[in-house]
Every structure is written in C-alpha cells, then in structure tokens.
C-alpha cells in the first residue's frame, strides 16, 4: 500500500469516533487534532510533540498560525494545487482568523475529519470548505 493509500485507511479507521475536546482515542473520542494526532501513531510512530492545553476558542484570541506553525514543524507544506489523498488540510472560519480546523483529503472530493457536536466522518469536501482552506501539508515519507 502507498503512504497515502496508509494514511486515508488509518483515517477511515477513526469514523464513527465521538467528538470530544482535546480527545485522541479512536473509538472512544477525539477533536480534529486529536483525529489527525491518533492517524499519525498508526502511520508515523510516536508524536513528535504533544499540544498544550487548549481551548475550543484558542484560534480567536490571538492572531498566530499555531496550528499551521505546527503542521510546519512535523509535515511538508504542500501548495493548494498540489492536494491529494493523504494530505492535511487546514482551514479557517474567518479570512482574518488563523486556521483552527483540520482534516485528511481521502478522494479528490471528500474529506475525514471530526466536528464539534458530530462523530468522525467522510464528508463531502464542498465549496463551503474549499473557500475557507487556508493551508494543505503532507506527510514525510519516511516513518
């Protein structure tokens, strides 16, 4: 199996997960970072940093890309052009906002991700999302 053909099975082995805050245990519950964390323990190895403490709101308090400087530290910064299966992408809510949410690309068209208030899912990526996506990383290919 590719690297990619990896990730997007690791990832679909996370839907139907609970959402919960701050959360990274497939089955029982996680938030989109802890959906993506969780898929890099199955694919990568062990986490390479832990996150601190955060708040559902942390991306509103401030101006940094902490979780894009994040994704810079552990992934491969991809240009929007360039996304396929496997990739990160992250989005913001807001064009001034820094980006808060993320999610794995499994299909030219549909993307793994968890949802406050819903369960990991394969959604549709819809223009809805494409609109507010903000930055797209790979993972490297060595383990």
Same mark, same amino acid.
């Given at each position: ?54 708040? +559902?709101?942390?991306?509103? *308090?401030? /101006?940094?890309?902490?979780? $894009?400087?994040?994704?810079? &530290?552990? @992934? ?37 991700? +968890?949802?406050?208030?819903? *369960?990991? /899912?394969?959604?549709?990526? $819809?223009?809805?999302w494409r &609109?507010? @996506?903000?930055?797209?990383?790979r993972f490297?290919?060595?383990?």
């Open positions: 199996m590719t690297k990619s053909g990896e990730i997007v099975a690791a990832a679909r082995g996370w839907i139907g997960t609970p959402y919960r805050h701050q959360a990274s245990l497939k089955g029982v519950g996680c938030d989109c970072l802890g959906f993506l964390r969780g898929v890099w323990r199955e694919v990568q190895g062990s986490e390479p940093e832990l996150p601190p403490a955060y708040s +559902a709101d942390w991306a509103e *308090a401030g /101006a940094r890309e902490t979780l $894009a400087d994040a994704a810079r &530290r552990h @992934l491969l910064e991809i240009s929007l052009g360039e996304i396929a299966p496997g990739d990160v992408l992250l989005f913001r809510w807001r064009a001034h906002l820094p980006a808060k949410h993320c999610a794995i690309i499994a299909t030219p068209k549909r993307m793994i991700h +968890a949802h406050d208030g819903a *369960a990991v /899912a394969e959604v549709y990526f $819809a223009s809805w &609109r507010r @996506l903000a930055y797209a990383f490297p290919e060595s383990n």
